[in-house]
């Protein structure tokens, strides 16, 4: 599974069949009856397959192109890249090689609102789900599989570093949390799309429709218009930053807030002391 030029040749069930869904649940049809808008069976070695899942994920998922007053593209994926890596990832190396599910293969399913990614195998051992991204010592299903990757470094930099850099990196998107669920004989992760920081509706259904890259185009004056929205509740500069799914500071704060001041259409919470570590800003009421 990692050295191996075609593992499926001796092993044909281990591999990803990854779906795209037009709409929210399996079984849903799109337009022209079509149960599925993209498919694909994933073969290869547990990098080619992780690799090769990235791209069907990256490829069926929607892309906003935000434009600011310069005409300079900044894009932001429908996802966090890392996030679904290292779900994906975590999925290969984790998963049940045993006999007990020799049959099964691992799951990537793309609905309109989540992600699901989804390996046969419950939590190995004593592992609960409670213990998920905590410092706890988790028990390793497949420790050579684990050892050899993480010495190619390839795959896995830091052990046991998966889940908080998923819950990071969604956080920073302004989306919910992953969620981690134990099933019979399989283990799931679900990644939903559904936040603050809301997607065009035209975009998610011309995604749907086509199964190619939806590009939405949102400009700085659109962009600005949210976190008017957003601040309607006093917010930090962070908070701001993690909302419109931007992390240089220098660029949303000369971009965005800056302007948003001098115009009059936000203010300080913290008038006396604007340098405040916790300064945060609420939209001025009309």
Do not use: W
């Amino acid at each position: 599974m990692i050295f191996g030029e075609f593992p499926q040749s001796f092993y044909p069930q281990l591999f990803v069949a990854c779906v795209v869904v037009p709409g929210n649940e399996l079984g849903d049809t799109g337009e022209f009856g079509e149960r599925f808008i993209d498919n694909k069976r994933v073969e290869g070695t547990i990098e080619e397959m992780l690799e090769g899942t990235m791209n069907f994920l990256r490829r069926n998922m929607k892309t906003s192109v935000i434009i600011n007053s310069n005409g300079k593209r900044i894009n932001r994926t429908e996802y966090p890249m890392e996030a679904l890596r290292e779900a994906v990832a975590n999925s290969l190396i984790h998963r049940d090689y045993s006999t007990q599910t020799e049959n099964a293969y691992v799951s990537v399913n793309m609905y309109n609102d989540r992600i699901e990614i989804i390996n046969p195998g419950n939590l190995y051992g004593t592992n609960k789900l409670e213990k998920l991204g905590t410092a706890t010592t988790m028990e390793s299903r497949n420790p050579t599989i684990v050892r050899i990757l993480e010495e190619k470094g390839s795959v896995i930099e830091n052990r046991h570093s998966g889940i908080p850099t998923m819950k990071r990196e969604m956080k920073k998107y302004g989306l919910p949390e992953p969620e981690f669920y134990e099933e019979r004989d399989s283990f799931k992760v679900i990644f939903r799309n559904t936040s603050v920081a809301e997607n065009s509706q035209t975009g998610a259904q011309t995604g749907a429709q086509t199964g190619a890259q939806s590009m939405v185009h949102i400009t700085i004056d659109e962009l600005k218009e949210k976190v008017l929205n957003y601040c309607e509740i006093p917010k930090s500069s962070k908070e701001i930053r993690e909302y419109v799914g931007l992390s240089s500071k220098t660029y949303v704060a000369d971009s965005i807030i800056k302007p948003l001041l001098k115009a009059g259409m936000l203010e300080y919470t913290n008038k006396k002391s604007i340098n405040a570590r916790n300064q945060k800003y609420i939209t001025v009421k009309k």
